[in-house]
């Protein structure tokens, strides 16, 4: 192998070691869409050149997981607004209906461990870290309904899930106030299960408590567009 090969093939391995660096971060969120990717910043945390890590960002813009913007740089790439309005239309129709059916077999262990993943979201809003509190918000709602006696229903919720994880790991990080707004909500659908209320009004909770995160997302992205 000549000296040129050596030196070529080493580059690649540098590249494709800055790939999967940006990539495993931007899939579990810690960085969030809007992220700006630093040339240098990375090169300094991987102790290579700058030119590894842009070989790396142009095979994630090429993916779609990056986007580049003249005079700004590179960050990476906003929710595609259609299929995350569909995953979590979906989403919010199953996990809704998943809820309500589980209710009534809830039981006192599952509520109570239910309450006490919210008071730790309600913790993790002093220092804020968004893939934790993604974490967290999906163990509230698995203990909520996971009692539900439709398997087809929670196949669909977990497929939901992890078509929202391939989409974007975390949206908390970057809609203003709606991981707060997220805490509240969860506290009435607590209480609704807990005063045993009517399975049609647990699972309209349990939807618009979905619906009102699409909702902030979209509103945000379309007023950083304008």
């Known amino acids: 192998?000549?000296?040129?090969?050596a030196a070529s093939e080493q580059r690649a391995s540098k590249s494709e070691r800055a790939y999967r660096f940006l990539k495993e971060r931007i899939a579990d969120g810690r960085y969030s869409p809007g992220y700006r990717l630093v040339l240098d910043q990375i090169a300094k945390q991987l102790d290579v050149s700058a030119v590894p890590v842009r070989e790396a960002i142009r095979r994630l813009?090429?993916?779609?997981?990056?986007?580049?913007?003249?005079?700004?740089?590179?960050?990476v790439a906003m929710v595609d607004e259609r299929e995350y309005f569909y995953t979590m239309q979906?989403?919010?129709i199953l996990e809704g209906s998943a809820t309500a059916l589980a209710?009534?077999?809830?039981?006192a262990a599952a509520l109570g461990e239910a309450r006490a993943v919210n008071a730790r979201m309600a913790e993790c809003l002093t220092?804020?870290?968004?893939?934790?509190?993604?974490?967290?918000?999906?163990?509230?709602?698995r203990a909520l309904f996971a009692a539900c006696p439709n398997p087809q229903i929670l196949d669909l919720?977990?497929?939901?899930?992890?078509?929202?994880?391939?989409?974007r790991d975390s949206t908390f990080g970057f809609v203003p106030g709606r991981a707060q707004q997220s805490v509240a909500e969860h506290e009435r659908i607590l209480q609704l299960l807990a005063d045993g209320a009517a399975p049609l009004e647990i699972e309209l909770a349990v939807r618009t408590h979905r619906?009102?995160?699409?909702?902030?997302?979209?509103?945000h992205q379309a007023e950083r567009h304008i």
Do not use: K
Request: proline letters at 3%.
């Open 61 to 75: 813009e090429a993916e779609g997981l990056v986007e580049f913007e003249r005079n700004v740089g590179a960050h």
């Open 1 to 5: 192998m000549t000296d040129r090969s």
């Open 103 to 107: 209710a009534p077999l809830l039981t």
């Open 211 to 219: 619906t009102a995160t699409l909702d902030a997302l979209l509103s």
């Open 157 to 167: 919720v977990h497929r939901g899930w992890s078509r929202l994880a391939v989409i």
């Open 90 to 92: 979906t989403l919010a």
């Open 127 to 141: 220092h804020f870290d968004p893939h934790r509190f993604t974490e967290l918000n999906q163990s509230f709602h």
